[in-house]
């Protein structure tokens, strides 16, 4: 097992940063109960690490980190019941990769693949296609090390409470070492990407999601032209996407980091860059294999706040949006991405009990992001949205208190696994017991 001392470490978009005492690899089961049995002993803390593609302080400590990279590969295929069993630390374009030479997929995925199977899932990453929930969802079972080194396995069947409690828990549960996963004979789909005027795309906002299996658009800031994309199933022979892969990372990346940098050496071109990129957007007709469509290249850094908001206030908030950035001219370029999930019933992601509309901000790295950032979560909060658990947010504990029903049954079952907190740090600790209706 790989160990390091003195690791400074640092997430995707550099603004959490820490130097853990101790960074581990574990590249075993054993290794992982190890760790786990040795920070009980000596009373230390633990944090995990997949991509870090999360933008706030969920990994950040002073104590040990640990990393499942070495911790990878699919364990178990069952093709009577369509379910893979992979190891935690799985990133997602390995698990597809791995999927297609078994023939499977899964159903949905986010537009970005780095992450862990492990994070993706603590997190509630999601795709889009109001017929799909997040990535939680897909799981039929979760294997964890506990506090004091303990095997507990989840699932509907033995424990449904603590699953689903479990299935969004930011890592405070333990380590997730073993994910079942429900998969799909691997699809080929028809991708479209287009533009279409703002107008246009309000009329029609509806039929753009019931009538499509995946479907979301990028609206920029003061542009009539809006990107649309959609993805349906399709028996047409899937084609090379090569073009398709050098188109999006000239355009979408290396040509748009350019004009972010532009942006941030002179703020007062945001307004024309983002109209120019709207302009450009690369339309396209693809078939290919649905993994290959899901996620882009994302080579530009950038900041990110996203919430779920009820989808029945989609059309108001957008407009709502719209109309802000009009007001207060922030000096911003990055689109703002919006897509559908499918109601749930796991406690704490933000689509429990709730179709909802995900609507997702950016600002470059480097660029100020504040005052705009602020202002959209008051328009976010109006609709009675809930953050994305890896974005940026300024919620508290009595504010979540009143998102999630099953709040502080969560915390209870919580505290049974980890009764002495070895897997929360100072930011957990802060965003779940800073309240006096909680014992700490």
């Not at 130097?19 to 002993?41: F, G, L, N």
């Not at 532009?262 to 294999?289: D, G």
């Not at 999930?341 to 689509?351: E, T, Y």
């Not at 909060?381 to 953050?387: E, V």
Request: some cysteine; proline content about 4%.
């Amino acid at each position: 097992m790989k160990q390091l001392q003195n690791y400074k470490w640092r997430n995707w978009s550099s603004i959490s940063n820490c130097s853990p005492e101790r960074m581990y690899y574990p590249s075993s089961i054993h290794d992982v109960v190890a760790i786990v049995e040795a920070a009980t002993k000596n009373h230390k803390k633990i944090r995990v690490v997949g991509a870090g593609h999360s933008f706030t302080n969920l990994v950040m400590t002073e104590e040990w980190l640990v990393s499942l990279d070495n911790l990878t590969g699919v364990k178990e295929v069952d093709d009577n019941n369509h379910t893979v069993t992979v190891y935690g630390g799985t990133r997602l374009y390995d698990l597809s990769k791995a999927l297609e030479k078994l023939g499977y997929a899964q159903e949905n995925l986010g537009d970005i693949n780095l992450q862990s199977i492990a994070g993706a899932i603590s997190t509630g990453t999601h795709g889009t296609g109001i017929q799909f929930g997040s990535i939680p969802t897909q799981v039929k079972e979760l294997t964890f090390v506990t506090a004091g080194g303990n095997l507990l396995t989840l699932n509907e069947e033995n424990n449904v409470e603590l699953f689903k409690a479990s299935l969004v828990s930011l890592g405070m549960f333990g380590i997730i070492i073993e994910v079942k996963l429900q998969v799909v004979p691997s699809p080929v789909y028809r991708y479209i990407s287009d533009h279409v005027y703002y107008p246009n795309l309000l009329n029609n906002l509806d039929k753009y999601i019931l009538d499509n299996q995946h479907f979301e658009f990028f609206m920029f800031p003061y542009a009539e032209q809006v990107q649309t994309k959609t993805m349906n199933p399709t028996n047409t022979s899937p084609k090379s996407i090569k073009l398709h892969q050098w188109n999006n990372l000239i355009l979408e990346n290396y040509m748009f980091q350019a004009v972010s940098h532009l942006c941030l050496l002179t703020p007062s071109l945001s307004r024309s860059i983002s109209r120019l990129s709207a302009k450009l957007v690369n339309k396209a007709t693809i078939n290919a294999k649905s993994y290959q469509l899901f996620a882009t290249p994302r080579k530009v850094r950038f900041i990110e706040m996203e919430y779920g908001i009820p989808l029945e206030h989609f059309k108001e908030a957008i407009q709502e949006i719209r109309e802000t950035i009009v007001k207060n001219q922030y000096t911003v370029h990055f689109p703002i991405e919006c897509r559908t999930v499918k109601h749930d019933d796991i406690w704490l992601s933000p689509s429990y009990k709730r179709d909802s509309a995900y609507i997702a901000f950016h600002v470059y790295k480097g660029m100020e992001y504040r005052t705009y950032f602020r202002d959209m979560e008051t328009i976010m909060k109006k609709y009675n949205g809930r953050p994305h658990w890896g974005k940026m947010h300024q919620q508290k504990t009595k504010d979540f208190r009143k998102m999630y029903p099953k709040w502080d049954r969560f915390i209870q079952l919580r505290e049974l696994v980890d009764p002495e907190k070895i897997f929360i740090n100072r930011y957990l600790d802060e965003l779940f017991y800073n309240d006096e209706r909680v014992k700490v």
